[in-house]
């Protein structure tokens, strides 16, 4: 089996004219992934993968799912905890920031997620229903 970093992937599902090395990297990055029997994506290079597609190239929320969706169907690509990042892409596409999705997605088997910054990823998720509920717990405030 062999492993594959963001750079792969990114070079086989994005074209990017303005860079001169993609022009002899895509050829080199489609040929491992549609030629090799049994590959495997690490669940940290899908969240860099979403990163990079999004932040660099950007991609759409729409776009970013056609591309997961496209990498997990792949029959001879095993994706790591490949549900959990199934389960992200459907909160992706519900309005979710997708590295919260991914946590979210992982915390399934808990009561809450508690996070102490990210009122956001609170209200989104309350707002479509995701479960565990995201809590942003107060502080004790100091008494002088």
């Not at 597609?53 to 690509?77: D, K």
């Not at 997605?105 to 995701?130: K, M, N, P, Q, V």
Request: hydrophobic share 45%; charged share 25%; aromatic share 8%.
């Amino acid at each position: 089996m062999i492993a594959l970093d963001t750079n792969v992937l990114a070079r086989f599902y994005v074209d990017d004219p303005a860079d001169p090395e993609a022009a002899g990297q895509r050829p080199v990055a489609y040929e491992v992934v549609t030629r090799s029997p049994n590959l495997f994506i690490p669940l940290t290079v899908t969240l860099e993968l979403e990163w990079v597609l999004r932040a660099f190239y950007r991609f759409e929320a729409s776009q970013v799912t056609q591309v997961m969706e496209h990498l997990l169907g792949l029959p001879n690509i095993n994706v790591e905890d490949a549900g959990r990042v199934a389960r992200a892409m459907n909160l992706l596409e519900q309005g979710m920031d997708f590295a919260d999705a991914l946590h979210l997605a992982g915390s399934e088997h808990c009561e809450a997620l508690y996070t102490f910054d990210d009122r956001r990823f609170a209200r989104r998720a309350r707002r479509i229903g995701a479960t565990p509920n995201v809590v942003v717990p107060q502080a004790a405030s100091k008494s002088r």
